[in-house]
Every structure is written in structure tokens, then in C-alpha cells.
Nanobody, 124 residues
Framework: QVQLVESGGGLVQAGGSLRLSCAAS????????IGWFRQAPGKEREIVAT????????YYPDSVKGRFTISRDNAKNTIYLQMNSLKPEDTAVYYC?????????????????WGQGTQVTVSS
């Protein structure tokens, strides 16, 4: 079993940066692809980044490509999401999640474990 705890959210002005962290418990952390998701009020949850088990493959949707960077430190059981050039539309609760059935940076099944989320608010 894996427990995920996000941190690093907060309030930032448009154009600013934040780095989110997702700390994972459990010795099997390296077996999981990790994804970052976000959900804004009244909107569906959307994926913002994924990273493969060994960190060699990543995925970003067009909405964040070039602005967000996902990375992982398997020795520290931690995943990071560096967010630059933030926009008001990036405001949401951000979640990390772990997926065990994977192909590269793609989750082939459902995400097995979720964190509790961290709020990111970008002011204009």
C-alpha cells in the first residue's frame, strides 16, 4: 500500500512559480507511475502531468506543456511538480496519484492511491 501526501500549495500572483511535492510512503514506491491531477470548482478533474516508474518518460497536456515539469526522486520517495508562468486558470486543488499498471508514462488501469490534495490559487 502507498500513502501520498501533497504539499507546497499556496497563493501566488500570475506569472509566478510554485513547486508541489508529493511524499510517498512504502518500499514499493518505485513500482508506481505517478500522476498529478487538478480539479477546479465546478470543473472535472484533469490530468496535468505523469511520470514513469524510473522517471524516464513524462506526459503533459497542452494546457501546461512548457510551463510545468514533473520529476521524481525514488531515493526520497518524492515526486515534484514545478509550475512556472502560472495563470489564474491554474487555480485548483492539485492531487498526486499512483498507478500500478503502466506503459511508459501512461496509466493503463485506474489510479490505485490518491493524496488528499493541496490548494493552488493564482491571482490576476
Amino acid at each position: 500500500q502507498v500513502q501520498l501526501v501533497e504539499s507546497g500549495g499556496g497563493l501566488v500572483q500570475a506569472g509566478g512559480s510554485l513547486r508541489l511535492s508529493c511524499a510517498a510512503s512504502g518500499r514499493t514506491f518505485i513500482r508506481y507511475l505517478i500522476g498529478w491531477f487538478r480539479q477546479a470548482p465546478g470543473k472535472e478533474r484533469e490530468i496535468v502531468a505523469t511520470i514513469s516508474r524510473n522517471g524516464g518518460s513524462t506526459y503533459y497536456p497542452d494546457s501546461v506543456k512548457g510551463r510545468f515539469t514533473i520529476s521524481r526522486d525514488n531515493a526520497k520517495n518524492t515526486i515534484y511538480l514545478q509550475m512556472n508562468s502560472l495563470k489564474p486558470e491554474d487555480t485548483a486543488v492539485y492531487y498526486c496519484a499512483a498507478c500500478s499498471i503502466t506503459s511508459g508514462a501512461g496509466c493503463l488501469g485506474s489510479y490505485d492511491y490518491w493524496g488528499q490534495g493541496t490548494q493552488v490559487t493564482v491571482s490576476s
